[in-house]
């Protein structure tokens, strides 16, 4: 997913981080508000995960999107 794709899906995106990524305040989201980078920065910071498995679940999640029978946060937290 690239920046833009990220920052148009962002409102449905933020509902779904909330539930994988439950260490992330209502103020991470905030301060990311849409911005892949600063996103990916505050999981890294919150989660101690790399990029690559950050980028990884964003990717997986994007990918399910629009897809028929797609269940909501079908992504799978990296690990």
Do not use: C, H
């Amino acid at each position: 997913m690239n920046a833009d794709q990220f920052k148009g899906k962002w409102v449905q995106f933020k509902g779904e981080v909330k539930q994988k990524w439950g260490k992330l305040t209502d103020d991470d989201l905030t301060q990311a508000e849409g911005n892949y980078d600063k996103f990916i920065g505050k999981v890294q910071e919150r989660y101690g995960d790399s990029k690559e498995e950050v980028v990884r679940w964003v990717d997986d999640w994007y990918a399910q999107q629009g897809k028929p029978g797609a269940k909501s946060g079908e992504a799978p937290r990296p690990r």
